[in-house]
Protein backbone atom coordinates (compact mmCIF):
# COMPACT_ATOMS: atom_id res chain seq x y z
CA UNK A 1 0.00 0.00 0.00
CA UNK A 2 0.95 3.29 -0.71
CA UNK A 3 2.56 5.09 1.98
CA UNK A 4 4.71 8.06 1.12
CA UNK A 5 4.12 11.38 0.72
CA UNK A 6 4.43 12.35 -2.76
CA UNK A 7 3.20 16.29 -3.24
CA UNK A 8 4.51 18.82 -1.16
CA UNK A 9 5.07 22.37 -1.88
CA UNK A 10 8.17 24.85 -0.70
CA UNK A 11 7.03 28.04 0.39
CA UNK A 12 10.94 29.59 1.49
CA UNK A 13 13.47 30.52 -0.45
CA UNK A 14 12.74 28.98 -4.03
CA UNK A 15 9.12 28.39 -4.09
CA UNK A 16 7.78 25.76 -5.98
CA UNK A 17 5.49 22.88 -6.04
CA UNK A 18 7.22 19.12 -5.50
CA UNK A 19 6.26 15.53 -6.83
CA UNK A 20 8.26 12.17 -5.84
CA UNK A 21 7.44 10.00 -9.12
CA UNK A 22 8.03 6.04 -9.21
CA UNK A 23 10.37 4.47 -11.38
CA UNK A 24 12.10 1.59 -12.00
CA UNK A 25 15.37 1.32 -10.18
CA UNK A 26 17.89 3.40 -10.58
CA UNK A 27 20.38 2.40 -13.39
CA UNK A 28 23.10 3.13 -11.54
CA UNK A 29 22.61 1.37 -8.72
CA UNK A 30 25.92 1.59 -6.88
CA UNK A 31 26.15 4.97 -4.58
CA UNK A 32 27.25 3.08 -1.50
CA UNK A 33 25.07 5.40 0.64
CA UNK A 34 21.83 5.66 -1.21
CA UNK A 35 18.88 3.71 -0.37
CA UNK A 36 16.58 5.81 -3.02
CA UNK A 37 16.38 2.60 -4.86
CA UNK A 38 13.66 0.84 -2.55
CA UNK A 39 11.06 3.09 -3.82
CA UNK A 40 10.89 1.56 -7.56
CA UNK A 41 8.92 -0.38 -9.23
CA UNK A 42 9.33 -2.71 -12.81
CA UNK A 43 5.83 -2.45 -13.51
CA UNK A 44 5.16 1.07 -15.93
CA UNK A 45 1.65 1.11 -15.83
CA UNK A 46 1.37 0.87 -11.82
CA UNK A 47 3.98 3.82 -12.16
CA UNK A 48 1.76 5.92 -14.47
CA UNK A 49 -0.75 5.61 -12.20
CA UNK A 50 1.22 6.86 -8.92
CA UNK A 51 3.04 9.31 -10.89
CA UNK A 52 -0.77 10.87 -12.43
CA UNK A 53 -2.13 10.99 -9.55
CA UNK A 54 0.40 13.17 -7.94
CA UNK A 55 0.67 15.66 -11.19
CA UNK A 56 -2.69 16.15 -11.20
CA UNK A 57 -2.10 18.01 -7.53
CA UNK A 58 0.14 20.76 -9.01
CA UNK A 59 -1.86 23.79 -9.17
CA UNK A 60 1.11 25.93 -11.09
CA UNK A 61 1.38 28.44 -7.97
CA UNK A 62 4.93 29.02 -8.06
CA UNK A 63 5.34 28.72 -11.69
CA UNK A 64 8.01 25.90 -10.73
CA UNK A 65 7.82 22.83 -10.57
CA UNK A 66 10.78 20.05 -9.32
CA UNK A 67 10.09 16.70 -9.78
CA UNK A 68 12.04 13.53 -7.97
CA UNK A 69 12.19 10.06 -8.22
CA UNK A 70 14.42 7.37 -6.90
CA UNK A 71 16.87 7.60 -9.86
CA UNK A 72 17.27 10.06 -12.78
CA UNK A 73 14.92 11.83 -14.97
CA UNK A 74 15.64 9.78 -17.96
CA UNK A 75 14.29 6.48 -15.81
CA UNK A 76 10.29 7.68 -15.62
CA UNK A 77 8.39 5.91 -18.48
CA UNK A 78 7.55 8.12 -21.48
CA UNK A 79 3.84 7.93 -20.35
CA UNK A 80 5.10 10.19 -17.05
CA UNK A 81 7.52 12.03 -19.21
CA UNK A 82 4.59 12.91 -21.31
CA UNK A 83 1.90 13.96 -18.80
CA UNK A 84 4.74 15.94 -17.16
CA UNK A 85 4.78 18.54 -19.86
CA UNK A 86 0.69 17.98 -20.13
CA UNK A 87 0.60 19.68 -16.79
CA UNK A 88 3.94 22.27 -17.37
CA UNK A 89 1.61 23.26 -20.45
CA UNK A 90 -1.99 23.30 -18.44
CA UNK A 91 -1.07 24.89 -15.45
CA UNK A 92 1.21 27.29 -16.78
CA UNK A 93 4.82 25.47 -15.55
CA UNK A 94 7.89 28.14 -16.92
CA UNK A 95 10.44 26.32 -14.95
CA UNK A 96 10.70 22.31 -14.68
CA UNK A 97 13.67 21.36 -12.20
CA UNK A 98 14.82 17.55 -11.92
CA UNK A 99 17.76 15.22 -11.37
CA UNK A 100 20.08 12.95 -13.62
CA UNK A 101 23.34 10.74 -12.99
CA UNK A 102 26.11 11.55 -15.08
CA UNK A 103 25.66 8.73 -17.26
CA UNK A 104 23.12 10.91 -18.99
CA UNK A 105 25.36 14.00 -19.72
CA UNK A 106 25.00 13.49 -23.77
CA UNK A 107 21.25 13.41 -23.63
CA UNK A 108 20.55 16.96 -21.59
CA UNK A 109 20.86 18.97 -24.21
CA UNK A 110 17.91 17.09 -26.43
CA UNK A 111 15.54 17.07 -22.96
CA UNK A 112 16.47 20.59 -22.61
CA UNK A 113 15.33 22.08 -26.45
CA UNK A 114 12.04 19.72 -25.47
CA UNK A 115 10.76 21.22 -22.83
CA UNK A 116 11.72 24.52 -24.37
CA UNK A 117 9.55 24.04 -26.87
CA UNK A 118 6.14 23.91 -25.01
CA UNK A 119 7.59 27.24 -23.39
CA UNK A 120 9.63 25.75 -20.14
CA UNK A 121 12.91 26.44 -18.62
CA UNK A 122 14.38 23.37 -17.63
CA UNK A 123 17.30 23.05 -15.14
CA UNK A 124 18.59 19.78 -14.00
CA UNK A 125 20.77 19.03 -10.80
CA UNK A 126 23.55 16.27 -10.22
CA UNK A 127 23.83 14.73 -7.25
CA UNK A 128 28.33 15.27 -6.95
CA UNK A 129 27.83 15.03 -3.64
CA UNK A 130 31.32 16.53 -2.86
CA UNK A 131 34.03 18.00 -5.85
CA UNK A 132 36.80 15.60 -3.62
CA UNK A 133 37.03 12.63 -6.75
CA UNK A 134 39.15 10.52 -4.76
CA UNK A 135 36.69 10.81 -1.63
CA UNK A 136 33.57 10.64 -4.07
CA UNK A 137 34.47 7.73 -6.50
CA UNK A 138 36.45 5.15 -4.00
CA UNK A 139 34.15 5.97 -1.03
CA UNK A 140 30.61 7.15 -2.28
CA UNK A 141 31.22 5.04 -5.41
CA UNK A 142 29.12 7.75 -7.63
CA UNK A 143 30.54 6.99 -11.00
CA UNK A 144 31.06 10.22 -12.15
CA UNK A 145 34.32 10.27 -14.55
CA UNK A 146 34.98 13.74 -14.42
CA UNK A 147 37.31 15.82 -11.67
CA UNK A 148 36.60 19.42 -12.86
CA UNK A 149 33.79 21.61 -11.49
CA UNK A 150 33.98 23.43 -14.75
CA UNK A 151 32.99 20.02 -17.39
CA UNK A 152 30.31 19.15 -15.37
CA UNK A 153 28.78 22.48 -15.24
CA UNK A 154 28.97 22.41 -18.69
CA UNK A 155 26.11 19.79 -18.72
CA UNK A 156 24.09 20.37 -15.00
CA UNK A 157 22.78 24.23 -13.54
CA UNK A 158 22.56 22.89 -10.07
CA UNK A 159 24.07 20.21 -7.89
CA UNK A 160 23.67 18.62 -4.48
CA UNK A 161 26.22 18.15 -1.51
CA UNK A 162 26.16 15.75 0.96
CA UNK A 163 27.89 16.66 4.00
CA UNK A 164 27.74 14.68 7.50
CA UNK A 165 30.46 11.97 6.35
CA UNK A 166 33.03 10.40 8.10
CA UNK A 167 36.59 11.91 6.82
CA UNK A 168 35.11 15.10 6.14
CA UNK A 169 36.05 18.52 7.59
CA UNK A 170 34.90 22.05 7.95
CA UNK A 171 37.50 23.05 5.81
CA UNK A 172 36.08 20.40 2.97
CA UNK A 173 32.45 20.96 3.52
CA UNK A 174 33.50 25.07 3.00
CA UNK A 175 35.39 24.10 -0.10
CA UNK A 176 32.46 21.99 -1.41
CA UNK A 177 30.17 25.13 -0.92
CA UNK A 178 32.15 27.35 -2.58
CA UNK A 179 32.98 25.41 -5.57
CA UNK A 180 29.49 24.56 -6.09
CA UNK A 181 28.71 28.05 -6.01
CA UNK A 182 30.89 29.21 -8.03
CA UNK A 183 29.73 26.48 -10.89
CA UNK A 184 26.52 26.43 -10.41
CA UNK A 185 23.28 28.55 -9.91
CA UNK A 186 21.82 26.60 -7.21
CA UNK A 187 23.35 24.40 -4.51
CA UNK A 188 21.31 21.83 -2.17
CA UNK A 189 23.24 20.14 0.97
CA UNK A 190 22.16 17.31 2.47
CA UNK A 191 22.87 15.70 5.51
CA UNK A 192 23.60 12.36 5.78
CA UNK A 193 20.80 10.21 7.67
CA UNK A 194 20.97 6.64 8.63
CA UNK A 195 19.52 4.23 5.79
CA UNK A 196 19.48 0.59 5.42
CA UNK A 197 22.88 1.46 3.84
CA UNK A 198 26.63 0.26 5.74
CA UNK A 199 27.26 4.05 5.33
CA UNK A 200 26.80 5.56 8.74
CA UNK A 201 26.55 9.90 9.57
CA UNK A 202 29.02 10.96 11.51
CA UNK A 203 27.64 12.67 14.52
CA UNK A 204 31.02 15.06 14.89
CA UNK A 205 31.20 16.27 11.45
CA UNK A 206 27.42 17.35 11.59
CA UNK A 207 28.21 19.31 14.49
CA UNK A 208 31.03 21.22 12.86
CA UNK A 209 28.88 21.50 9.98
CA UNK A 210 25.80 22.95 12.29
CA UNK A 211 28.25 25.03 14.24
CA UNK A 212 30.28 26.54 11.98
CA UNK A 213 29.19 26.10 8.46
CA UNK A 214 24.93 26.64 8.92
CA UNK A 215 25.28 30.35 10.22
CA UNK A 216 26.49 31.12 7.20
CA UNK A 217 24.78 29.86 4.28
CA UNK A 218 20.80 29.45 6.43
CA UNK A 219 19.88 32.92 4.45
CA UNK A 220 21.35 32.24 1.51
CA UNK A 221 18.42 32.12 -1.46
CA UNK A 222 20.80 29.67 -3.70
CA UNK A 223 21.43 27.13 -0.97
CA UNK A 224 19.07 25.09 0.22
CA UNK A 225 19.83 23.12 3.16
CA UNK A 226 17.69 19.65 4.54
CA UNK A 227 19.20 18.15 7.66
CA UNK A 228 16.68 15.43 6.82
CA UNK A 229 15.50 13.89 3.42
CA UNK A 230 12.17 14.87 3.58
CA UNK A 231 12.71 18.21 4.72
CA UNK A 232 11.14 19.18 1.56
CA UNK A 233 7.96 17.73 2.72
CA UNK A 234 8.23 14.60 0.00
CA UNK A 235 9.39 10.93 1.18
CA UNK A 236 7.94 11.42 4.46
CA UNK A 237 4.97 8.47 5.66
CA UNK A 238 1.81 9.41 5.70
CA UNK A 239 0.57 9.49 9.09
CA UNK A 240 -2.39 7.50 9.86
CA UNK A 241 -5.98 9.48 10.16
Not at 115 to 140: A, C, H, M, Q, W
Request: charged content about 30%.
Amino acid sequence: MESLVRYAKVTEKEKRELVLLKAPKCRWHRCSFCDYHLDSCEDVNKNFSINKKQLDKVTGEFKTLDVANSGSFFELDLMTVDYIKDICTKKGITTLICESHWMYKDKINNLKEDFKNIGVDLKIKIGIETFDYLFRESYLIKGIQESDPYMISKYFDRVCLLFGLPGQTTESMLLDIATALKYFEHVYVNIMTSNTTRIFPSPVVIKQFKEKIYPIFTDEKTVEILFNNTDFGIGTMKSKK
